[in-house]
């Protein structure tokens, strides 16, 4: 009797045993669950956020088009007379003829002067050089018709 009940308890133990390691198998195994879990909720959310700003920025007005600023004319007094030549002119010039318009000596370094001028007035968009040396002022640009359908920015 006493080698069974030997035995018996050594079954119990050993049944003991195990049941505490299956035990803190599932303890680990819950944790793992849980960590899982909250990371998949932290998922969610992020691409529930995503989705909230997508709809709200497709839903956002397009802005009104935005006109350039006027450009600034230099200081200099020369810029000021140049400008009146092209306020009378009624045709594009070369810098000859606004030189000549403007009472100055009609010399290459003079020349050269003025077109540097009217070089940097047509970068500023002050004036347009229509072809290669020759200036004029700028249309003004009709209205563009828009249609309806806008740019959106993908996600």
Do not use: W
């Amino acid at each position: 009797m006493t080698g069974g009940e030997l035995t018996l308890g050594a079954v119990l133990v050993r049944l003991e045993e195990r049941e505490r390691e299956i035990s803190a198998q599932a303890e680990a195994a819950r944790e793992k669950i849980a960590e899982l879990t909250a990371l998949l909720d932290g998922f969610d959310t992020a691409a529930e956020e995503i989705r909230i700003t997508r709809k709200t920025l497709l839903e956002l007005p397009d802005p009104p088009p935005s006109e350039p600023p006027a450009a600034k004319l230099p200081d200099h007094p020369a810029y000021q007379q140049i400008m009146a030549v092209f306020a009378a002119a009624n045709a594009p010039l070369r810098a000859r003829a606004v030189c000549e318009a403007m009472g100055l000596e009609i010399v290459p370094n003079t020349i050269n002067n003025v077109r540097l001028k009217l070089k940097r007035l047509a970068e500023r968009g002050i004036l347009a050089e229509t072809e290669h040396g020759l200036f004029t002022l700028p249309r003004p640009h009709p209205p563009s018709r828009t249609t309806g359908i806008s740019s959106r920015v993908a996600l």
